[in-house]
């Protein structure tokens, strides 16, 4: 039965029930009736329905059903329901074909998510996450070095990512949660790659610190603690900026920025948790920030946006593998068949190679 699919799609296309109604051609009534599962549309009805809401008509019958457990939001207080609601929507659609996708491999190529052995396990303090940050770096072999794509890091590593587009006016500050027992972190494609990556450490953090911070530490202050040092070792800071300053200039600032993709005031903060400068000049220093009006919008061009090709590959290797058909693709991509042959034929990437 379609009903729940029904309620989830509108939900997330922001439509009422006459709304709907309206562009199919039928009463509200009738909507409500379709998504109690009192009545079943004809095949007309339901491909005005899918075309309405912006899925395919194979959505309603997608044999995977999932569910988002231990959700944790890290959003602003002032974000309309609505806007959580669509964004849920989003994700359990993006997640379910995910696990269809994993439900067809006789072996999915993908590890499930597990905790590195060798990290301490209880933490007492802030600054003993400098080192856990290290530790978590060394079991993935990343050294001290910029991670150039966080997103891809974190999903060979059996974390599930999301990129939602819902979050058109960046109401919300990102979320966790659990599918089928695996880890899930949501972004909004329209935030800058800054943004992206230090949300993208702060949720790693939860998982990684869950059960391990003493009573007395705050669990959000960790795992910002952590998402920084995660993404720019205290090693780099001090050795870009020294030991100890008595200034710091913003291009060095901004230049730490391109370097390891955190943003400029996040460098500063980690300048004075490392004790290079102080509080004092921290404060000094933000004002600048606060004066120039840098606070939402730091000087010069956004970093670039993270994407994850993971499933897109996982789809594509699937289908070389005749693990599935075009249509099977074509269904997981959300993609029309038309649009999957253009795809697979590397149409659309030879014409701009060409122009």
């Known amino acids: 039965m379609i009903g729940e699919r029904l309620v989830r799609a509108r939900a997330a296309s922001g439509l009422s029930m006459r ?11 009738m909507i409500k009736k379709y998504e109690h599962n009192e009545s079943m549309p004809t095949s007309g009805k339901l491909l005005k329905i899918a075309k309405s809401l912006g899925v395919r008509s194979e959505y309603f019958f997608r044999p995977v059903k999932v569910e988002l457990k231990n959700i944790e939001y890290r959003k602003r207080a002032n974000t309309p329901k609505g806007i959580l609601k669509k964004i849920e929507a989003d994700v359990l659609d993006q997640a379910e074909r995910w696990q269809e996708l994993a439900n067809i491999w006789p072996e999915f190529p ?7 052995d060798e990290l301490p396990t209880a933490i007492s303090s802030l600054s003993e996450l400098e080192d856990f940050a290290v530790k978590v770096r060394s079991a993935w072999g990343l050294g001290l070095n910029p991670i150039p794509d966080l997103i891809d890091e974190i999903e060979s590593h059996g974390l599930l990512v999301i990129i939602t587009n819902i979050d058109e006016n960046a109401k919300f500050d990102g979320l966790q949660a659990t599918v089928e027992g695996n880890p899930v972190i949501v972004v909004s494609s329209n935030w800058p790659g800054d ?73 500063l903060y980690r300048a004075k948790d490392l004790a290079i400068i102080s509080e004092s000049v921290c404060k000094k220093i933000f004002f600048t920030f606060v004066h120039n009006g840098w606070r939402k919008k730091e000087p010069g061009e956004p970093l670039r946006s993270e994407e994850t090709i993971l499933f897109q590959q996982l789809v594509y290797r699937a289908l070389g593998e005749g693990v599935v058909g075009e249509s099977k693709a074509a269904e997981l991509l959300s993609m029309s068949l038309m649009d999957f042959h253009h795809a697979r034929k590397l149409t659309g990437a030879v014409n701009a190679a060409v122009n």
Do not use: W
């Open 195 to 267: 943004r992206q990556r230090f949300t993208l450490a702060h949720e790693l953090g939860h998982f990684l610190l869950r059960g391990r911070l003493g009573a007395d530490i705050d669990e959000e202050k960790a795992c910002h603690r952590f998402a920084a040092s995660f993404l720019l070792p205290a090693c780099a800071v001090r050795q870009s900026l020294g030991l100890k300053r008595h200034n710091i200039e913003m291009q060095e600032l901004f230049l730490l920025k391109k370097e390891y993709g955190l943003s400029m005031q996040a460098c």
């Open 19 to 29: 709304d709907l109604g309206e562009r199919v051609g039928v009463s509200a009534n």
């Open 110 to 116: 993908i590890q499930p998510f597990e905790v590195p």
